[in-house]
């Protein structure tokens, strides 16, 4: 079990600047601070495109960044964890400060814009290490790239050995134009060159990586149509649902409306999973999703998968709830498990229809 000491540790966080806490937390995670030995419980076990989590809750991209402590994060109860986004070359991102807490909503504003040292020095990283628990890279474009698409086949060739799966980040608000790779033609063209690297890649090595599409949460009906009928025609294995948003929807402080940037943390959780659920529709029962977005508690993660999620992730929830957070939902869930004499397959989706009635 995690001690008060780390507790207290990790909440004092809260006192410093975002970006210095953030890192004062790698460095936690690293020195071994806030490790804890957690024991899976079998039933969470989640078999997905041939790839075996231990427990369906991992931590999502932006936190480890540069793939500095996926080990650790591991020991402290994730069954899986997204590195990234990286980009192929290193880069700066926006000015500082650029990571705002909206304390009082639960919530995290961030304008970083890609910040990470390439795809390089993740690499060198990830060769070194034993993975007791899937990797997924999240890979994204360089800000001042002359062709976004070749950025993200490069970091498939890059990235295929180590990698247990491929995030497709193309819903980043804080890059000028990237969203615009979700539409038309440009999804197209996206899809056609990573699927096609994929399978060359494959060829060579005999091993095939999964590519999730990860989309905006603030997509209309249309747009939400449009990416079904391409990932479906291109055989994408599978989406993450969602990256931040631009809204402001779910703020109770006004004060908070005036930041521009991604928008993430418990307001973001309805209409994420609204998004989530209308997406499942669209694709069928067989797709994976990773739902994202807002997730808390453990009741949150048994809504989104109830809404259509086969695993989920977290991240700007940790900033509040501490260290010891995944730990809590992973032992929440074996317990929800025990009291309705239930499965996690018996549960998935059963909600879908709930969250994709309602508007967006």
């Known amino acids: 079990m995690l001690n008060i000491f780390p507790k207290l540790a990790y909440r004092s966080l809260l006192l410093l600047d975002p970006e210095i806490a953030h890192n004062l937390s790698i460095v936690g995670l690293k020195s071994g601070l806030f490790s804890s030995y957690v024991k899976n419980d079998p ?3 989640v078999e997905v495109n041939g790839i075996s989590f231990p427990n369906p809750l991992g931590m ?40 705002f807490r909206l304390i009082n909503d639960k919530a995290i504003i961030n304008q970083l814009g890609f910040n990470n040292t390439g795809y390089h020095v993740a690499f060198s990283r990830l060769a070194k290490i034993k993975k007791i628990a899937p990797i997924g890279i999240n890979i994204g474009a360089n800000k001042n790239s002359n062709d976004f698409v070749s950025d993200y086949v490069s970091g498939i060739r890059q990235f295929f050995t180590l990698a247990s799966y491929f995030s497709i980040n193309i819903s980043s608000p804080n890059t000028p134009g990237l969203r615009n790779l979700q539409t038309g033609k440009n999804l197209e063209r996206l899809l056609s060159n990573v699927m096609q690297t994929r399978e060359e890649e494959r060829e060579k090595t005999g091993k095939s990586v999964p590519i999730f599409l990860k989309i905006s949460p603030d997509l209309s009906e249309k747009e939400l149509d449009d990416i079904a009928k391409e990932v479906l025609s291109h055989n994408i294995e ?14 109770r402080y006004p004060v908070n409306y005036a930041k521009t940037g991604g928008l993430s943390g418990s307001p973001l959780f309805s209409k994420s999973t609204k998004i989530l659920a209308k997406m499942r529709r669209r694709v069928g029962p067989n797709m994976t999703i990773i739902g994202c977005g807002g997730i ?40 929800f498990l025990d009291r309705e004499n239930t499965s996690l397959d018996s549960i998935r989706s059963t909600r879908t229809d709930h969250w994709a009635n309602q508007e967006i």
């Open 60 to 99: 999502a991209a932006g936190y480890d960044k540069n793939a500095k402590v996926p080990i650790e994060l591991m020991k402290i109860g994730f069954g899986f964890v997204e590195i990234g986004t990286i980009t192929p070359n290193p880069q700066e991102g926006n000015p500082r400060p650029r990571i």
């Open 238 to 251: 599978g989406l993450i649902i969602s990256n931040t948003t631009v809204s402001r929807e779910g703020l």
């Open 296 to 335: 808390s508690s453990t009741q949150d993660a048994i809504e989104k998968i109830m809404a259509g999620a086969n695993i989920i992730q977290l991240y700007s929830a940790m900033i509040y709830e501490g260290i010891s957070l995944p730990n809590r939902i992973i032992r929440g869930l074996s317990c």
């Open 43 to 45: 039933r969470l076990k």
